[in-house]
Every structure is written in structure tokens, then in C-alpha cells.
């Protein structure tokens, strides 16, 4: 077998993985990654949505749902960190997969670094008001009656059960558990075009304190 990490002679056909990285940049680098989950997850839903009539979505969504849900991880630990980094904090950010957890307390900090002029927070919660809903919707579902739940249940794109043995929603019912693929790719664009503003607007904000402080 030719090895996986390798050249090929046309370079169209090449995927550079450190091309857009830095080694001296782990909060861009944390950005580049959590942008290509979630186009990973967007390219997959338009190539389903083109023709289905294998039905190869039912297989698919699962790791979709994941990649969309590790982008949203990857870009709130990213704006986390340039925050903590801002505000003076010793710190990165929360090292678990709970979303709606660390959106909860990157949204505090948001604030009490405070919004700027021409950065009003009703912009901003106009913003976030599709990522606050997918998340509200995720928690509730995932975790159902016990809210001790949606931390270890986070994993149902990737395993049937969670680590307590207990299959996860979509296997608790006869009914059909659907996902809108159409509306998939409007939400996930728009969450997406959110976070990758506020990543990209407070890592700007930390590389220009680097210069200055240089």
C-alpha cells in the first residue's frame, strides 16, 4: 500500500496539512481546524442534498453531526483562550466536550471584556442567536430529564451508547429522528460565519498586543 502521508505528482490533489497552520499560533491553529469540520460537515449535507436517492445521508450525518459539534468546540475554546489572554487570566480554556457549557462561560467573558465601539451587544446577540438555539435544542435533546446527562451523552454521533451503557436518543424510540438537510447547511453556515468572526475578532485583538508589546 502507497502510504496515506504522501505526494501525489499532480499538486491539485495533494492535502497540505500544514499550510494554513503556524507552529508558534496554537489559537489560529485552533481556528483552522474547527473551519474545516465544519466544512467537512456543509460539503457532505450539499453532496447529499444534490442526490440522495442512495439514501447516504442516513450513514453520514453521524460523523457530519460530530464534526459540526467538535467545530463549535474547537472555535469556543479558541475565542476562550484569546479572551483569557486578554483579560489577563492565567488560563486556556475548559478541557472537556460539554458546548453549551463553554459557550456559557466564553459568552461571560465576552462581556466583561466588553464589546467596543462599533461592536454593540445587541449585534452581538443577534449574532449568536442561531448557535444559542442549536445548542439549547442539542442540550435538550441529548440529555433529556437529567441534566448530568448532556456531558456524557455528547458522544451520540460517535458511539450508539454513552459510557454508562445507555443507548442514546435516536435508539430510544420507533419514531423516526430526522435531520432537515437543507436547514442543516443554513443554520451550520450561519453558526459557523458567527464564530469564525469572534475567533478571528479576538485573535486579531491578541496578535495586535503581541506587536505592541514587542
Request: glycine share 6%; proline share 1%.
Amino acid at each position: 500500500m502507497k502510504k496515506i502521508f504522501s505526494y501525489n505528482a499532480d499538486i491539485n490533489k495533494n492535502a497540505y496539512m500544514n499550510w494554513r497552520t503556524n507552529n508558534h499560533e496554537p489559537i489560529h491553529n485552533m481556528n483552522v481546524i474547527a473551519e474545516g469540520y465544519f466544512e467537512s460537515a456543509i460539503l457532505l449535507a450539499e453532496c447529499c442534498l444534490k442526490d440522495n436517492s442512495d439514501k447516504k445521508a442516513d450513514g453520514i450525518i453521524f460523523p457530519m453531526l460530530f464534526s459540526i459539534n467538535h467545530g463549535i468546540e474547537l472555535y469556543e475554546k479558541s475565542i476562550c483562550w484569546s479572551l483569557n489572554i486578554l483579560l489577563g487570566n492565567n488560563s486556556s480554556f475548559k478541557e472537556n466536550h460539554d458546548i453549551r457549557g463553554i459557550w456559557l462561560t466564553t459568552k461571560q467573558k465576552i462581556k466583561k471584556f466588553g464589546f467596543g465601539i462599533g461592536h454593540e451587544e445587541s449585534e452581538f446577540n443577534n449574532m449568536i442567536m442561531n448557535l444559542e438555539s442549536y445548542l439549547d435544542e442539542l442540550s435538550k435533546t441529548i440529555m433529556g430529564d437529567d441534566i448530568n446527562k448532556a456531558y456524557y451523552n455528547i458522544d451520540f454521533s460517535r458511539y450508539p451508547m454513552n459510557n454508562h451503557k445507555e443507548y442514546h436518543f435516536y435508539l430510544k424510540t420507533y419514531e423516526n429522528v430526522v435531520v432537515d438537510l437543507e436547514n442543516f447547511v443554513l443554520v451550520f453556515k450561519d453558526i459557523k460565519d458567527c464564530l469564525s468572526c469572534l475567533s478571528g475578532y479576538y485573535y486579531g485583538l491578541v496578535f495586535e498586543s503581541w506587536q505592541t508589546n514587542d
